[in-house]
């Protein structure tokens, strides 16, 4: 099996009842960092929407099936962002892409649409849900078939 490649878009669409995790100001201002096989991304903060945030932000990582290892997961972790001190954690989850990855190089395309995810804050207990939603879209092959099937760069090379 070849490996291809493609975009992976991941639409953080929304969160409802995160834990507050500002004691001091009983306000909190989430944003979500999203990671992909050592590729990061954030969305912007929800300024004032307190524990039930909107963000409809969508981002694009580079994927690739099944290439190297067999993490195919997506982590999200929410923040709260503070002015005058360290952000704090409200929590993550973990979403498993390697079965939506395998449809996709099979269809060209495919995605979930927007569906809600459990929250687990540092005590492991559940701390809300976030809506996303991930698509991948297939863009090409990283392996020239050509190459191994007699194409035309092997023709190329007897005739050199």
């Known amino acids: 099996m070849t490996?291809?490649?493609g975009i992976l878009e991941v639409l953080v669409v929304?969160?409802?009842g995160l834990s507050n995790a500002d004691f001091l100001t009983g306000k909190i201002d989430p944003y979500v960092v999203v990671q992909y096989k050592g590729?990061?991304?954030?969305t912007h903060i929800a300024r004032g929407q307190g524990n039930n945030p909107e963000w409809n932000q969508k981002m694009k990582f580079r994927a690739e099936y099944p290439g190297s290892g067999t993490d195919y997961n997506i982590t999200l972790k929410l923040m709260d962002h503070d002015t005058f001190s360290k952000d704090d954690?409200?929590?993550?989850?973990t979403i498993h892409v390697g079965d939506l990855l395998a449809m996709g190089v099979e269809k060209g395309s495919y995605d979930l649409h927007p569906s809600k995810f459990r929250v687990i804050?540092?005590?492991k207990k559940y701390s809300g849900d976030i809506k996303v939603g991930v698509k991948f879209t297939k863009t090409s092959n990283n392996l020239d078939e050509e190459e191994h099937f007699g194409g035309w760069k092997e023709v190329a090379m007897v005739l050199e």
């Open 14 to 16: 929304s969160a409802n």
């Open 39 to 42: 590729q990061e991304r954030k």
């Open 121 to 123: 804050g540092h005590d």
């Open 89 to 93: 954690f409200l929590g993550r989850t």
């Open 3 to 5: 490996t291809a490649t």
